[in-house]
Structure formats: structure tokens, C-alpha cells
């Protein structure tokens, strides 16, 4: 799938064009962008990155005085599970974590997206959770929609982190909506069959853009 506005999105960006994925929790965004890097591309993960922001002292420090210690694991690191938990019950406690967080994680994903398209790849791929919320679809040239029916979703969340719908829904009702998402796409990828489907459509859409 194709939206006009693939052809003016940053049409002045030098390659390699950097790609930013949107989706639902579940929807496999991260084995979208796997496979953009068995095809060469260079992904940039806000994930990890996010893991290792949460592990530098001072941040560790700040997160500690405002959520309590029961966010520690038994290293004495953060337990994201645990604060995810806490965060996602009230908008307050969303925004006091993402003010801890968001400068230095922001920071560090710009610097790595700045750094990959110095590298010789076909594309840099950016997988993170809040591209539009974050306004990092400013750094993007195009953007693809991960499409995947809610049951299957549901299914993914449940086997990888143990979230149950509810959990999904609440963690989803915190970002922009997926019709919207839908809306701001480029081009889409079906991720609810096989994996050389969704890889056969992937290299599709990395020839498209490599074309522009």
C-alpha cells in the first residue's frame, strides 16, 4: 500500500532514506525490521536503547526516588515490567517517567539514526514504540504500518510478555490510535501468516523506496 504523500515525505533527505515502523502492540514490529536487516539495512532500536538509558545511575537514581524501590529488580537494575505495570495505571505517572527518560533517549536514537545513515546500507530502519507520539516521523522518510488482526496481537503479547488484552488495550490507549497510524503509513506489511510472507513484502517496499 502506497499514500501520496511517500513521494514529498523529505524529499530532500539524503540516502540511505531512513524507515520508520508503526503498529499495534503485538503486531511484530520488531520481526519487521529482522528482516530489513537480513536485507542489509541498519536498524535502530529505541527498545535497547531504551534498556540502557533506564541503566545509567543517574537515570536508575531519578526513577527510583519517584516510583518507590519496588521497581528494582534483584540486581538492583530496573524492572521494566514492573514499572510498566505502575506507569500505565494513571496519564501522571506516564508523563513523570517520560520526563526522566525521554531527553536522554531521545537524544541517544537521534544520534544512532544520524550515525546509521553515515554507513553504507540500502535503508535505516528506525523500530520504535512512539515514532508519531515523539514527533520522529520529522526523521523519517517513509513509514510502513505494520498490519495484524487484534487476535493474533493479543495471542503475541500473551506468549512473549505475559500481557493479557486488557493489558494490550491499556498500553495502546496511551499512543496514537491505529486508524491514525494507519493514515500517516507509506506502504503496509501484513505480519499475521508466514514469515517469508511478510519478508517477501518487505523486500518489496525496500525496493519502492530505494526507487524514490
Known amino acids: ?26 503486531a511484530g514490529k520488531s520481526a519487521v525490521a529482522g528482516h530489513f536487516a537480513r536485507l542489509g539495512c541498519a536498524v535502530v532500536d529505541a527498545d535497547r536503547l ?22 528494582l529488580d534483584a540486581e538492583g537494575e530496573v524492572d521494566r515490567g514492573r514499572l510498566g505495570r505502575l506507569v500505565f495505571e494513571n496519564r501522571e505517572s506516564l508523563e513523570a517517567l517520560e520526563a526522566i527518560v525521554d531527553p536522554e533517549l531521545w537524544r541517544r536514537v537521534a544520534e544512532a539514526v544520524e550515525a546509521a545513515r553515515g554507513t553504507d546500507v ?21 513509514l510502513v504500518y505494520v498490519e495484524c488482526p487484534p487476535e493474533v496481537r493479543h495471542r503475541r503479547a500473551a506468549q512473549a510478555r505475559g500481557w493479557e488484552p ?42 519502492r523506496v530505494r526507487r524514490r
Open 122 to 142: 540500502p535503508a535505516v530502519v528506525l523500530d520504535a514504540a512512539l515514532i508519531l507520539e515523539k514527533g520522529l516521523d520529522s526523521r523519517c522518510d517513509f
Open 50 to 71: 531504551g534498556h540502557a538509558v533506564l541503566r545509567q545511575p543517574a537515570v536508575r537514581e531519578a526513577v527510583v526516588r519517584r516510583f518507590g524501590a519496588a521497581v
Open 166 to 207: 486488557a493489558e494490550v488495550a491499556r498500553r495502546e490507549a496511551a499512543q496514537v490510535s491505529l486508524k491514525a497510524k494507519q493514515g500517516r503509513a507509506d506502504y503496509m506489511v501484513e505480519n499475521r501468516t508466514s514469515p517469508e510472507h511478510t519478508l517477501e513484502q518487505v523486500r518489496q517496499v525496500l525496493a
Open 1 to 26: 500500500m502506497a499514500h501520496p504523500q511517500s513521494a514529498i515525505r523529505n524529499a530532500k533527505s539524503p540516502p540511505p532514506p531512513v524507515i520508520g515502523l508503526l503498529g499495534g502492540v503485538g
